[in-house]
């Protein structure tokens, strides 16, 4: 069975090889900007299911897995910064405070027409975090542009009170779901191809 991951994202496939699920990637062409939703899990949803849509016609007999992970915080969603200064306050947000990280998740199996399409969500609780902090966090972590505008597996982890649900799905790939639907289907790990 072919596995394919709706994106070209590095790390995304770096987690998925670390947990042996073997799959290929394809780059989602997919146009996430045509979607804005106030509920926060519908518009997950909705991008997931559109990278994944957006792939089908490249691979035949697989099973497709698009994703889309958000920060959540104060009723805010909080999308990838445009600036510095917005990657600063969506740390700043989370400051002393819970941020729900909710990442859609749409797996599409081709030979049997079925289409999982749901959510996950980690509740992250953060100590204070001062000024100086952010600003040490902004100036040693490369990746702060991308995602929410925090990437909570370095510098950021130093300030995490407490995590709710999947660690994997802090890090956009919640893999503990994943392999439940596709193991409802029949398969095991053993099943998937290079």
Known sequence: MKIVLATTS??????????????AQVESEFD???FEDANVYEHVKKLSLGKA???????????????????????????????????REHVAQSSN?????????????????????????????????S??????????EPNFMYASGFILETVLSNFIDKIEGSYYNILGVPVETIYKYISAWGYTLDDFED
């Open 131 to 140: 000024d100086r902090e952010i600003d040490f966090y902004i100036k040693h």
């Open 53 to 87: 849509q957006s792939v089908l016609n490249k691979v035949k007999n697989s099973i497709v897995i698009g994703l889309d992970t958000v920060g959540y915080v104060n009723g805010k969603i909080l999308e990838k910064p445009k600036s510095v200064q917005e990657a």
């Open 97 to 129: 405070n819970m941020t729900r990280v909710v990442t859609g998740l749409t797996i599409i199996n081709q030979l049997n027409g079925e289409i999982v399409n749901t959510f996950v969500e980690t509740k992250v609780s953060f100590r204070k975090i």
């Open 10 to 23: 590095k790390l995304k496939n770096n987690i998925l090889d670390t947990v042996m699920i073997k799959h």
């Open 32 to 34: 996430e900007k045509q």
